[in-house]
């Protein structure tokens, strides 16, 4: 079965990094166009990067364009989110998601998510 495991989560001070990891089980992933997505308590889930299938194409959200970046290792199943320069209002749940669809913020698998807190 499809599975999607997050980590690197933790807790961070303003203008500090964290790496997160999403390794990718269950399905031919090299395949699937993957994101990344938070929620932070009481929000809506926000579509943060993304990444086409290959590697080829990137896309990320105004919020965070110029701080994140998205790359994957189809090697090794596993995508990430390198996170610099985090801010107080980037502290939510992360996710990454498997999309149906290139740039479409719509996917069918999801995982557990990792917590990023950041603050001083």
């Known amino acids: 079965q499809v599975q999607l495991v997050e980590s690197g989560g933790g807790l961070a001070q303003p203008g500090g990094s964290l790496r997160l990891s999403c390794l990718a089980s269950?399905?031919?992933?090299?395949?699937?166009?993957m994101s990344w997505a938070r929620q932070a308590p009481g929000k809506e889930l926000e579509w943060v990067a993304g990444i086409y299938s290959d590697g080829s194409d990137t896309y990320y959200e105004a919020p965070v364009k110029g701080r994140f970046t998205i790359s994957r290792d189809n090697a090794k199943n596993t995508v990430y989110l390198q996170m610099n320069n985090l801010k107080p209002e980037d502290t939510a749940l992360y996710f990454c998601t498997r999309d149906t669809e290139w740039g479409g913020e719509e996917y069918d698998y999801r995982g557990q998510g990792t917590q990023v807190t950041v603050s001083s």
């Open positions: 269950g399905f031919i992933f090299e395949n699937y166009p």
